[in-house]
């Protein structure tokens, strides 16, 4: 299973909105998707601050930020099966 991070923060417009756009692939594409709330987390909210929602692999590569870039994550889900 292909293990991707999203970090968000609550009441943002935009990470409802790609984490809409990425739980299709939940199932069609067998990854599973770590959610991390910046606002928990006094690190995560310095590191990533105004760039959220922000997609990244497990090892923390950055896939996108804003907004969902499909072929960056279906190319990350490539990358992954490949590794396999």
């Not at 990470?15 to 692939?25: A, Q």
């Not at 006094?42 to 996108?64: A, F, M, R, S, W």
């Not at 960056?72 to 992954?80: L, T």
Request: net charge negative; proline share 2%.
């Amino acid at each position: 299973m292909k293990q991707f991070k999203f970090f968000y923060r609550n009441g943002c417009h935009l990470c409802e909105d790609m984490l809409l756009l990425v739980h299709p692939y939940k199932n069609s594409h067998n990854i599973s998707i770590e959610m991390f709330n910046i606002d928990q987390d006094d690190d995560l909210q310095h590191k990533y601050g105004l760039l959220i929602p922000v997609l990244t692999d497990q090892n923390n590569n950055e896939i996108c930020h804003y907004f969902f870039d499909k072929v960056s994550f279906e190319q990350a889900i490539i990358a992954k099966n490949k590794e396999s």
